[in-house]
C-alpha cells in the first residue's frame, strides 16, 4: 500500500484561492500515477519477458510467412500487466507465441497440464486448461479478472508456494 | 484484406494445404512430453470479421511449375506441414483462394459458424492430420 | 446535456483544483506522425489553438485478480516510440486537450480569478464533443473506428493546512496526531464491481502533501480516480462511465472527509 515518501512538494501560488501548479504537474492524467510496485520484479519472469515482449512487438511484417503483424504494442502491455498479476515464485516464465493477427497466446506445459491464454487483444483472453491425464478441458472467457485461473497457475508450480498475501 | 469466407469447389477432398511454420515463433517446449513440438497457436486464424488462417495450395503452386519446397521456405527459411482439404472439412473447417501480393497460392482456412474462430477440437484434427513437409528438426507437430 | 445527479452531495467552495475526463483506445494502424497537424488542426478550431509536445504515456490497463496487486509495469519493450503526446491548451490557460495515438484527454484547473468552476457536466460536454469530432477524423482519415478500452475521471483537490499533523481535521481516515509529520505520500484503492459480483474499475486515492514554492504554505493534495472498462467501445459508453465515475467520486470525497471541512468548503447539501 504505501509508497516511500518520494514526493512531498507541488509548488502552488495563492493560498486562498488558486491553486497554481507548475505545467508539468498540471497535466494530472492519472494514467501514469498510480503505481504500486511488486516486490518480485526481480523475478526471472520479468527478466524473459522484457526481452521476448520486445522480440514480439518488433517482428517483422511477413514473419509467418504470410501477412503477420508484430504483436501490438496494447496487448503486450495488456499481457505484460497480466503475468505481473499472475506471477507465482515457484512457476517457471511461460512461452509466449505470436499470432499473425498481432495477438499473443500465453502458455505453459507441465505438470500434466497444458494451460493456454490465447490473448486475442487487450481485455479479450480465451484461456483454455487440459488435463494431460484425463483428457479434461475447461474454457474460459476472460476480459480483465484473472480470479478464476489463479489456481491453474498454482498447479503448475513445483511445489508448494509461499503466499503472502498483501 | 481477406476473401469473404468461403468453401472453394475447385479444391477437392484430396488437394494439399500448407501452413509455413517460424522455427523461432511457433514451437514451444512441452514439459509434459519432454519434447520441442509446434504451438497449437500455430493452427488458429486471425481475429478479424473475415480472417482465416493462410495456408499455400500445392496444386497451384505445381500448376506454374513452381519447386513447392523452394516456394513455401522463402523469403525467410521456415518449416512448414501439410495436411489435406478432406481433413478440413471434416473438422467443419471451409477452404478457399485467397491469392495476395507476392504470393498468387495463397488461400485460407476459415470456420464455418465463426470465421475468425476454431475450437479447441478443430484445431486438434488439423494438427493430427499434419505431416511435416520441410521438417524443423526435432521439432514433433503438436498443440 | 447530462443533469447533476440531485441527491449528490454539492460544495459551493470546493478544494477542487483539477479534473481529468479521458478514454484509451486501440491505435489505428493507419495514424502517423504526418497526421498530427490534422489533429492540431481539428482542435484549434474547438478553443485549443496552442499547441506543446510531451513523452507519450504507456498503456494502462486495470486488471483484478491474481496474486499480486496492481502491477506497475517497470521494464520497457518495444520498438521506439514514434509518436509524441500532445497538448493543445486554450488561451487562458485553464483547459487543455491532449492526444497520442491511443489516448484522450481533457483537463481543467482551476484559476478562479479567471473563471470559476464549469462544472463536470460543462467539462464533459466539451470532453465529448472533442471526442465525437477526432471520432470522425478517425472515420473519415483514418478510415479506422474509435474503440475505447479504458475510460477514467480525476479530482484533484488541494486542502491548504497550518500543519500536517492537523490532517484529521480534514479527513476521517487519518489519526496521526501524536506524531510531528514532515510529510504524507499514501495511496489506497479499491475494487468497483457490476451487480453480480464482476470487478469492472478501480477507484485510486492518492494523499500527498506539498508546499507553495515560497515553502511558506502548506496543503493536503487529496486525488481521487475513477478507471476502468467502460460497457462498450462506443463514445456513449464512455461518457455514461465518465458520469457514473464523477458520482462515485463525490460521494466518497464527501464521506473521506469531516464535517468541518464540509462547513468550510459551504457544502449545499
Sequence with gaps: MSLAWKEGTTAFQDSQKARYIQPDQFIGSAFTSYRVVVPQNDSSWVRILEERLNELTSLPTGWDGYRGKPVSFQCAYFVANMLERLYQPNVPAPSLVPGSDGSLQVEWHRNMFDVELDVLDAQNIVATRVNCKTDDERVIEIENDFSEIVDWITALSSKKPHIVRT | ?143 | MNKRPENLPDFTLPPLDEVVIGVQFEPSGNYSSIHAKDIWELFKGQGYPTPQEQPALDPSFETFGGLNPQPGINFKFGPPILHSRFWFISPDKNHLVQFQPDRFLINWRNRPEINPYPRFETIAESFEECLKALHKFFDRSLQSQLEINQAEVTYINIIPVNNLSCIREWLRFTNLDQIDLEGVNFNFSEAIKTGSGKPYARMSYSLQSVTSEDGKMNALKLTLTFRGKPEGTGIAEAMEFAFFGRSKIVTRFTELTTDKAHKQWNRKQ
Design chain 2, 1 to 143: 484484406m481477406a476473401a469473404q469466407p468461403y468453401d472453394e469447389d475447385d479444391l477437392i477432398d484430396v488437394d494439399i494445404l500448407i501452413r509455413r511454420v517460424n522455427p523461432k515463433q511457433h514451437v514451444v517446449f512441452d514439459e509434459n512430453t519432454g519434447k520441442k513440438r509446434t504451438s497449437s497457436k500455430l493452427f488458429s486464424p486471425s481475429s478479424g470479421p473475415n480472417d482465416g488462417m493462410s495456408v499455400d495450395i500445392q496444386k497451384l503452386i505445381e500448376n506454374d511449375g513452381v519447386n513447392v519446397q523452394d516456394f513455401v521456405s522463402t523469403p525467410t527459411f521456415t518449416g512448414s506441414v501439410f495436411f489435406d482439404v478432406n481433413s478440413a472439412r471434416n473438422a467443419g473447417l471451409m477452404v478457399g483462394y485467397d491469392p495476395i501480393v507476392g504470393n498468387p497460392y495463397h488461400g485460407e482456412v476459415w470456420g464455418s459458424s465463426k470465421p475468425n474462430r476454431f475450437t479447441k477440437s478443430q484445431k486438434r484434427a488439423l494438427i493430427n492430420s499434419s505431416a511435416w513437409l520441410v521438417e524443423i528438426p526435432g521439432v514433433d507437430i503438436g498443440g
